[in-house]
């Protein structure tokens, strides 16, 4: 949520386009730097909470609803076309075990008395050891995990701060992050302030794991609108970005709090880099799963670019925070994509003309990163336009420490529907989860998810499974677009299994009305089960090509580890026809994993059918196929026809005509054509010109003379090239 004056906001709006069209930078194409900060200092203020959180007085919302407008980000345009990754049918439903779920802060909430007061929601929340935190907008409330029983809240967002000084204090200007450190079993909870003399980031710190406990709290300063804040928990730092205004978009701004001295309630600093504004919308990495980065791992923030991801890299030591360097970007080559909605609104709804954002200029929160041990992956998505509708890009990224590769990527759009505002995350055996909003012109807007086992081939997800539908549209005779702005998928710290996931929803068709659900689900192949055994898997696409004989074309295979396989995988092709040959660039993968460019050739004798085979991969005793199919062609043969104009000519003894030949090349025909002309009368002298040709034409020229008798003669023109001979008559009448 932002709260603008009227002439930020129309200073911001109409500059938009005009910064898109500047000069592309160094950094704005994706080439690596090192990036030095452009601001080191500390905490404006920081002090310890003067009362439990739970024992403060709960404090509705009051003021005149109002809509934040977005705050656009000049973003690249897209290919157009069909998307390059699109997954137009959902694989079989998805093996779940899911939990009833709760509502949330909303409107017409069961637990306590809540008034809407601005859209969108803004909403997002984290799951602790025994509580689950949501923050919506301006106010947060704390729920008990196992039952969703409201424990404290709905409290305004400021509440943690009472006491403080300042403006953190006084202003409650939303845009907020709850997250829950794992690795040290804190809250960190942390809301923009831009309504007061300057612009400032409160951040909070739980002392325990209790989120209704005692807080630590900061301050830190900006020197200009820092708008959309997120926050990621890593190692050695609090990471968050922000997108900078100052009557235009200045760029994105990467910074990192001392993370270690603020769980101590010590004062701290922070380290900043200003990015220019040819790049978009960034996120910080965040840490899931007990098992930290490598030693020495830097911190991750990414954006998207052209068909691309941009991934930068933060070095940081905070003895000697002037060291920090912030390299990158390193530019990963993605399928291509375009922007859902063009980054507006476009989404429709049930009963109502009225359109959504999309919110597609950028990355949806989180970038969510784990260490499996064998990889580390980082997992984020955004809204795309896809199947003719809005679908989810969402990708997993391998690597990230190294030379970051894209290891799966889709975008899900397997009907009429419009998917966006998803947020995506791994559990602790690979399995992928993503929540999202779903609507249509004849659907209201729900809360839905789909996922994919770390079995299944790799960038497929299942047929979504639906956390609420909608009971209404948002209207509002002046308009009312803004939904969500960004959503929060978490997963459970004590079993690393279990999803969390917070979004928004309508109970009836109106305006400031909104609603919030929070659901729990886990995949049924983690928890308790044993992990699964080391295996891989071998997929190809597409599923047929078609090629004509004596053609080429290729497939794609990728093999995917599933349980930690890492032993060497070669690929084979088998149950091809005789007459065909694949190779495959790399045939073999060293750690059981990869992507493989499977190049097939036909000879053009190979009879028109359409073939099935098998790419197999083998490692030691193990073996796993996919099937493919080819359809061929007849080949295509090239010819040529000719024909003469006029049909036919009419002279006297002794003068001269001409004819001309059109020759008319066919499937691809080329070279030399000779001619030559039988019947013509006695005493008379033929030729052509040019002969031989090369081009499309010739001309007959016929001299006849004095004593040419006179007759009706009829002359057969002969074209002769590349083996193959062609012939067209024409009529002569000498008077």
Not at 257 to 269: C, E, F, I, K, P
Not at 594 to 607: F, I, N
Request: glycine share 10%; charged share 15%; proline share 7%.
């Amino acid at each position: 949520m932002r709260h603008y004056t009227a002439a930020f906001l129309l200073a911001s709006l109409t500059t938009a386009g005009v910064v898109a069209l500047a000069s592309r930078s160094t950094e704005a194409q994706g080439q690596s730097s090192s990036l030095t900060p452009d601001f080191i200092g500390g905490d404006i203020r920081h002090a310890k909470s003067q009362r439990r959180l739970g024992d403060i007085p709960k404090r509705g919302q009051v003021g005149p609803k109002r809509e934040n407008h977005v705050h656009p980000i000049p973003m690249p345009a897209g290919p157009g076309g069909q998307d390059a990754a699109l997954q137009s049918v959902a694989t079989a439903g998805l093996a779940i075990a899911q939990g009833p779920g709760f509502d949330g802060i909303g409107e017409q909430w069961d637990q306590a008395a809540y008034n809407v007061q601005y859209s969108p929601s803004d909403i997002n929340g984290a799951a602790g050891v025994t509580q689950y935190v949501q923050w919506v907008n301006t106010s947060f409330a704390v729920f008990r995990k196992s039952d969703g029983l409201l424990l404290a809240g709905p409290t305004l967002g400021n509440t943690l701060w009472d006491g403080f000084g300042g403006s953190c204090e006084t202003s409650n200007d939303g845009d907020p992050i709850v997250q829950f450190d794992k690795a040290a079993s804190r809250w960190v909870m942390t809301q923009f302030q831009v309504s007061g003399p300057y612009y400032s980031q409160c951040v909070a710190v739980s002392e325990t794991e209790d989120a209704t406990g005692n807080y630590f709290l900061y301050e830190f300063s900006y020197p200009n609108f820092p708008d959309y804040p997120k926050l990621g928990v890593w190692p050695n730092a609090y990471l968050i970005t922000f997108n900078m205004f100052g009557g235009n978009f200045l760029g994105p701004r990467a910074c990192a709090y001392d993370r270690v001295r603020m769980l101590q309630g010590l004062s701290a600093s922070q380290v900043c880099f200003q990015l220019s504004n040819q790049n978009g919308s960034m996120l910080p990495g965040d840490l899931d799963g007990s098992t930290p980065p490598p030693a020495g791992s830097p911190g991750f923030f990414m954006a998207f670019a052209t068909n691309a991801l941009r991934l930068w890299k933060l070095n940081l030591d905070w003895a000697t925070p002037a060291s920090a360097t912030l390299t990158g970007p390193a530019s990963i080559t993605v399928p291509a994509f375009s922007p859902a909605c063009g980054g507006g609104a476009c989404i429709p709804q049930a009963g109502t003309s009225q359109r959504l954002d999309s919110l597609a200029d950028r990355l949806m929160y989180r970038l969510a990163y784990r260490n499996f041990g064998t990889h580390q992956s980082l997992v984020v998505n955004h809204a795309v336009t896809a199947n003719g509708v809005t679908g989810l890009r969402w990708y997993e990224i391998r690597n990230p420490q190294g030379t970051p590769e894209v290891y799966q990527a889709s975008s899900y759009a397997p009907d009429g529907m419009y998917r966006w505002m998803g947020s995506a995350a791994m559990d602790k055996f690979g399995n992928l989860a993503i929540g999202y909003s779903v609507s249509s012109a004849s659907t209201y807007p729900a809360i839905r998810l789909a996922g994919r086992e770390a079995t299944a081939p790799v960038g497929t997800l299942t047929l979504e499974t639906t956390i609420i539908e909608g009971g209404g549209s948002q209207t509002y005779p002046g308009g009312l677009s803004r939904w969500g702005d960004y959503t929060a998928i978490s997963v459970d710290p004590v079993d690393d299994c279990t999803f969390w996931y917070t979004n928004q929803y309508l109970k009836t068709t109106g305006a400031w009305n909104w609603s919030t659900r929070v659901a729990w689900f886990k995949f049924d192949n983690c928890g308790d089960v044993p992990p699964p055994t080391p295996d891989f898997s071998v997929a190809g696409t597409p599923a047929s090509r078609t090629v004509t004989a004596g053609g080429a074309t290729f497939y794609t295979v990728t093999s995917s580890e599933v349980g930690g396989f890492s032993s060497p995988v070669t690929l084979s092709a088998e149950g091809l026809p005789a007459g065909a040959t694949m190779t495959f660039d790399p045939a073999d993968f060293t750690s059981g994993s990869g992507t493989s460019s499977a190049s097939l050739t036909t000879e053009a004798t190979l009879a028109p059918s359409t073939y099935n085979f098998t790419v197999k991969g083998t490692s030691g005793a193990l073996t796993h196929s996919t099937p493919l199919s080819l359809v061929v062609n007849a080949p295509v043969i090239a010819d040529f026809t000719i024909a003469v104009t006029p049909s036919t000519r009419n002279i006297k003894a002794a003068q001269a005509t001409s004819y001309t030949v059109t020759i008319t090349r066919i499937n691809g025909f080329t070279g030399p054509i000779d001619f030559s002309v039988t019947g013509a009368p006695p005493n008379t002298t033929a030729g052509f010109s040019p002969d031989p040709t090369t081009g499309n034409s010739s001309t007959l020229s016929i001299d006849t003379a004095p004593n040419t008798p006179k007759a009706t003669y009829t002359l057969t023109i002969q074209a002769v090239g590349g083996g193959i001979t062609r012939t067209a008559t024409a009529s002569l009448q000498v008077r």
